[in-house]
């Protein structure tokens, strides 16, 4: 009868360790589940930034190109009067004077676009590093905090493994203990 009793104490004892460092398992890695897709969460729109930046940085280039190369146009342009001055003034000696100052204010006109639009393009390219910089220290500085937030979540939860551990194998020895005590007196009990 008391071996009987102490045996289904014995018994209820391990299940209730048991059932209770399961759900504390449980509780903290749906805890830590949580925190992790935050983790994911924040991440994921991290990189929704840093591809949109990506994207204006791609439109910054675009326009970069482009006045280059309106820019060259404006070059040749330059070069093409200066070749049709220099033939009309071959050609037309008697109106020299005027061709030249025609084409001469052409090419100050297009001189002056061309300064014009080689400081845009210099302003412009000034912008688009400092954007490339930014947008590099931006995605530095938020990837290290994702970074450090999912580094701490994983120690914390490797610290409350191992005391959950610690207390199941407490809980188990304890088990074992009274099953040896419960042992012991059943003898004692068989003797007498």
Known sequence: MVISHLEEETAQSKAECERAAEARIKRIREKYEAELREVERSERSTLEKFNAM????TELEGEVSRLCSLLRQRDQEVERV???????????DNVADIVRQEFADR??????ENRQLKVEMSELRARHRVE????GKTKEREMEEVHS???QALATKEDNLRTLR?????????AEHLEMLLE?????????
């Open 166 to 174: 610690s207390q199941h194998e407490a809980a188990l020895k304890r």
């Open 107 to 112: 090419l100050v006109s297009t001189e002056e």
């Open 82 to 92: 200066g070749e049709v001055a220099a033939k009309l003034t071959r050609e037309r």
């Open 184 to 192: 012991r007196q059943r003898k004692e009990l068989l003797r007498k």
């Open 149 to 151: 937030r999912v580094r």
């Open 132 to 135: 490339l910089e930014r947008v």
């Open 54 to 57: 990506k994207v204006r940085l």
